[in-house]
């Protein structure tokens, strides 16, 4: 598949993603959706059937979270509440990805703990370097060093800064600069593969199953805090099942271009596997940025002075 037919595809599931509330039912009510037990499960059947590529293994060798241990990720849970408080304080837009992404720490946090994932160290420190490279590139930007700011978290962070899209625009572009930009170079970093051999994409698809829990509560709270219209769009019943089939679609994306950089043996490939990811991101947040333009955010910021601390 070449970059531009990759980067069609990603645009095509942001536009699917964006048309949809993710409003899941709750465990004691029946299913609105009978699809989603059709469709939801066999897909991950699929995709456990899709093979990792035969990467070697390797030790650890990053700085960040050396240990493995829970601490890593309750630091970076601890940056996190700090950072989203002083977004929330000033009605910042950027509060709006900062608290999902918060959410979905947490919840990583709790899967880790309850023995969820086969490799609890693994997952303790891509949580950890995945959330240093969002830390650093909004850090950058904030100070205004913006030089060498990817394309995708550009156009992301200069919709916040213009307060140009609405509240779901900004967390989609946030979303797609952090996934699908950001998430394949912590991979290859981490490692695909533990030193014995172990491929760890078992654990990276495993998580999709969490996700399909977070959707309903995290939007709810964004536009009861944030944008009141995070929520409004409607498209029957079946949101959920094509929020977890996209969602499904972008992570194995994502691995797929982890080893990309992985087997690169030369600096062309690493540097046409980098373009790759590069302009697979970007282009979806240029069309995301113009579906979800606004004329003016007034509303919304009133809405946050009167709801953000309502956390």
Excluded at 29 to 36: F, H, K, L, V, Y
Excluded at 155 to 181: P, T, Y
Excluded at 284 to 292: H, K, P, S, T
Aim: aromatic residues 8%; glycine residues 6%; contains cysteine.
């Amino acid at each position: 598949m070449t970059s531009l037919t990759r980067a069609a595809l990603g645009i095509l599931l942001a536009l699917v993603v964006v048309a949809t509330p993710l409003v899941p039912a709750q465990a004691d009510e029946p299913d609105p959706d009978p699809i989603r037990g059709l469709v939801l499960p066999p897909l991950d059947s699929l995709i456990g059937l899709l093979r990792p590529l035969p990467v070697p293994g390797a030790d650890y060798a990053g700085d960040l979270c050396k240990s493995g241990g829970d601490e890593c990720i309750d630091e970076v849970i601890d940056r996190m509440y700090q950072r989203l408080d002083g977004l929330v304080a000033t009605c910042s837009h950027s509060a709006i990805f900062s608290l999902a992404y918060l959410r979905v720490t947490e919840n990583v946090r709790d899967a880790v703990r309850s023995g969820y994932f086969d490799d609890e160290k693994w997952l303790n420190r891509v949580d950890t370097v995945f959330a240093e490279l969002y830390f650093d590139t909004t850090s950058r930007w904030e100070s205004g060093r913006r030089t060498g700011i990817p394309a995708a978290w550009r156009i992301a962070l200069q919709a916040e800064d213009d307060k140009a899209v609405s509240g779901l625009g900004n967390f989609m572009l946030a979303m797609n600069a952090h996934i699908n930009r950001d998430f394949p170079y912590v991979i290859a970093k981490v490692g695909l593969t533990a030193p014995d051999g172990t491929s760890h994409k078992a654990d990276h698809d495993r998580y999709n199953q969490r996700l399909d829990s977070l959707y309903a509560p995290v939007f709810a709270e964004e536009a009861r805090r944030f944008d009141p219209t995070f929520d409004d769009v409607n498209a029957g019943t079946v949101e959920e099942t094509i929020a977890g089939v996209i969602m499904r679609g972008w992570r194995e994306m994502v691995w797929r271009h982890a080893e990309l950089l992985a087997l690169a043996r030369t600096p062309l490939q690493r540097t046409l596997a980098q373009r790759e990811i590069e302009t697979y991101a970007a282009l979806q947040g240029l069309m995301i940025r113009q579906l979800f333009q606004i004329p003016d955010s007034e509303r919304r910021d009133a809405w946050c002075a009167a709801h953000g601390q309502d956390g």
